[in-house]
């Protein structure tokens, strides 16, 4: 069965320094998205990819962050400068149009100390 | 330690039962929703989704329930089984966006 796939599953970064997560969506969805989930908390949306360019993105996406489909396969989201509140679960998900469930990966943890 | 964030509602059940989960929502241009079920250190699942144009819709062993009058949304899973234990959090959207928003998640504990 096809899934999402993520890569590191943790990443423990001191504050200040950037970090790139890796995420390779499902070979033929269209649509990219990157999600947080602090933890204990509920999952919250940062932002979508289509065609090569941000379609959506929420107040959390700040200029701090940035997306990039590298290659045909890769999907990454890079944060520039790590805050200790940038601490999470961060799931990038896929989907073969919008209003299509989304299928998320497994998540890459963050630790900003 | 001391856990920090959102308490989250829980529901616990004896297994074979019927176990239901709630979900309001507040946007009332949302026409897509999804159940998603979480188990601890893992992606969120999906289970099931309905449009705004239904009001039931039917899985094995799993149910979604709409009212959009009182914007809420429910999930029924038949037999309750251990390995439904997870969190389950509901999420929705309306056409035109891409963002799923997700509701706050209930705990489902199901005893053997």
């Known amino acids: 069965e096809p899934e999402v796939t993520q890569t590191p599953s943790h990443q423990v970064t001191q504050m200040g320094q950037e970090v790139i997560l890796r995420c390779v969506p499902i070979?033929?969805?269209?649509?990219f998205y990157w999600y947080r989930q602090i933890l204990g908390q509920k999952v919250e949306f940062l932002v979508s990819?289509?065609?090569?360019?941000?379609?959506?993105k929420s107040e959390i996406f700040d200029d701090q962050f940035s997306v990039e489909r590298p290659d045909g396969s890769n999907f990454t989201l890079k944060i520039r400068s790590t805050k200790l509140e940038d601490s999470a679960m961060y799931f990038c998900?896929?989907?073969?149009?919008?209003?299509?469930?989304?299928?998320f990966g497994q998540g890459t943890r963050l630790t900003v100390v | 330690g001391e856990s920090v964030g959102l308490h989250l509602p829980t529901l616990s059940v004896q297994e074979g039962d019927n176990s239901i989960i709630n979900c309001a929502y507040s946007?009332?241009?949302?026409?897509?929703f999804i159940w998603y079920k979480q188990e601890s250190g893992k992606g969120p699942q999906f289970i099931i989704d309905?449009?705004?144009?239904?009001d039931k819709r039917q899985g094995q062993r799993v149910t979604v329930l709409l009212n959009k009058t009182v914007k809420h949304l429910s999930l029924q899973i038949a037999a309750t089984q251990p390995g439904d234990s997870a969190v389950y959090f509901c999420a929705e959207t309306s056409t035109g966006r891409r963002a799923l928003t997700f509701g706050s998640g209930t705990r489902l504990q199901v005893q053997p």
């Open positions: 309905i449009r705004s144009n239904m």
């Open positions: 990819f289509y065609n090569n360019e941000i379609s959506e």
């Open positions: 070979s033929n969805h269209l649509y």
């Open positions: 998900a896929s989907s073969v149009d919008t209003n299509t469930e989304a299928f």
């Open positions: 946007n009332s241009a949302s026409d897509y």
